[in-house]
C-alpha cells in the first residue's frame, strides 16, 4: 500500500495569485499522478510527474499554468498559476502502491479561487 | 483515446434490493478496467479490477467485451454501499480515464 498526504488540505485564494500543493508519499514510487476534480465532474489527469525528468502533461494542461517539481520520490508539488475562479476544484495526488495495480490517492486539496 | 461512460449520475434502491451500476468504454484493446469507491469523507478508494475477478464486500463486475462494458453488481444492497463510484480505465501509461461517476443511495 502508499499513504499519501498532501498540504494544504483547502485554501480559499484571490484571483492572479498562485498556490502550490504538496503532496508526499510514505514509499519510493516512480510515477505520480496529478488529477483535478471540478466541482460535480470526475477526476481528470493533470500530468505524471517522474522523478529526474520534466512532467507529461494531458491535453488542455500547460506547464506554464500547472508546474509540477518532482525533486525525489517521496514528494512532489503542483502549483496552479494566475489563478481563476475556473480553477476552483479539488486537486488530487496518486502513486501505484509497490508491487501492485492499485493507485492509491491523496485526501485531496480544495482550491476556491474568488 | 480511451473513453468511459458511466450514464448515471444518481442511483437510489431500497435496502436489500439488487444494484447494478453501469460502465461503458472505448478502446480498440484490451482494457484494463477498475472501478473506484468513495464514501462520505474518505478518500477515493479502489473496489475491484477485472483482471482479479475477485468480489469485494459482495459487488462484481464482468468485462463484456461485446457491448464494451464493465458493468458493476450486488444482488443484496446495503445502507453502508451508499458512496460515489467511479468506473475507470488505464490509459496504457499507467494513469486512469474516470468515468463521471454515479452516486449510490441505498435507502433503509
Known amino acids: 500500500s502508499a499513504v499519501i498526504s498532501q498540504k494544504p488540505s483547502r485554501d480559499i485564494c484571490q484571483r492572479g495569485t498562485s498556490l502550490t500543493i504538496q503532496c508526499q508519499v510514505d514509499s519510493q514510487v516512480t510515477m505520480m499522478f496529478w488529477y483535478r476534480q471540478q466541482p460535480g465532474q470526475s477526476l481528470t489527469l493533470i500530468a505524471t510527474a517522474n522523478q529526474g525528468s520534466e512532467a507529461t502533461y494531458e491535453s488542455g494542461f500547460v506547464i506554464d499554468k500547472f508546474p509540477i517539481s518532482r525533486p525525489n520520490l517521496t514528494f512532489s508539488t503542483l502549483t496552479v498559476s494566475n489563478m481563476s475562479p475556473e480553477d476552483s476544484s479539488i486537486y488530487l495526488c496518486?502513486?501505484?502502491?509497490?508491487?501492485?495495480?492499485?493507485?492509491?490517492f491523496g485526501p485531496g486539496t480544495r482550491l476556491t479561487v474568488t | 483515446a480511451q473513453r468511459v461512460t458511466q450514464p448515471e449520475k444518481l442511483l437510489s434502491v431500497f435496502k436489500g434490493a439488487p444494484v447494478e451500476l453501469k460502465c461503458n468504454y472505448s478502446y480498440s484493446g484490451s482494457p484494463e478496467l477498475f472501478w473506484y469507491v468513495q464514501y462520505s469523507r474518505q478518500r477515493l478508494q479502489l473496489l475491484l479490477r477485472h483482471i482479479s475477478r475477485e468480489s469485494i464486500k459482495g459487488f462484481t463486475a464482468d468485462l463484456n467485451k461485446g457491448e464494451t462494458s464493465f458493468h458493476l453488481k450486488k444482488p443484496f444492497a446495503q445502507e453502508e454501499d451508499s458512496a460515489m463510484y467511479y468506473c475507470?480505465?488505464?490509459?496504457?501509461?499507467?494513469?486512469?480515464?474516470f468515468g463521471s461517476g454515479t452516486r449510490l443511495q441505498v435507502q433503509p
Open positions: 475507470a480505465t488505464d490509459t496504457g501509461r499507467r494513469a486512469l480515464t
Open positions: 496518486s502513486v501505484f502502491g509497490t508491487g501492485t495495480y492499485e493507485q492509491y
